[in-house]
């Protein structure tokens, strides 16, 4: 069973910046792919980005491309999301997820979910 816990989140104005973090426990880190999901009120959860299991491979949905940035450091147990010029619609609870497997694009449901970290941009 793996567990995941998102830190970072809080309330930034439009074009600022901030980084989530999503450390893993309870598995072999390296074993999976990891990601983000995001979710606003009312509306399905959507998939933002990924990133292989070794790094090599990263994944992004088309209203985040340039902006946001995915990491892991395999080392750590440990994925990121940087985000930059931050925009009000990038406000949502922001969720890190995991799947065992090498790739994943977000087209089907991860195996793991954390509990969420709430991204507020005020304009």
């Known amino acids: 069973q793996v567990q995941l816990v998102e830190s970072g989140g809080g309330l930034v104005q439009a074009g600022g910046s901030l980084r989530l973090s999503c450390a893993a426990s309870?598995?072999?880190?390296?074993?999976?792919?990891m990601g983000w999901f995001r979710q606003t009120p009312g509306k399905e959860r959507e998939f933002v980005a990924s990133?292989?299991?070794?790094?090599?491979?990263?994944y992004y949905t088309d209203s985040v491309k340039g902006r946001f940035t995915i990491s892991r450091d395999n080392a750590k147990n440990t994925v990121y999301l940087q985000m930059n010029s931050l925009k009000p619609e990038d406000t949502a609870v922001y969720y890190c997820?995991?799947?065992?497997?090498?790739?994943?694009?977000?087209?089907?449901?991860?195996?793991?979910w954390g509990q969420g970290t709430q991204v507020t941009v005020s304009s």
């Open positions: 990133i292989s299991w070794a790094g090599s491979t990263t």
């Open positions: 309870g598995g072999i880190f390296s074993n999976y792919a």
């Open positions: 997820v995991a799947v065992r497997r090498q790739y994943y694009t977000g087209n089907y449901g991860p195996d793991y």
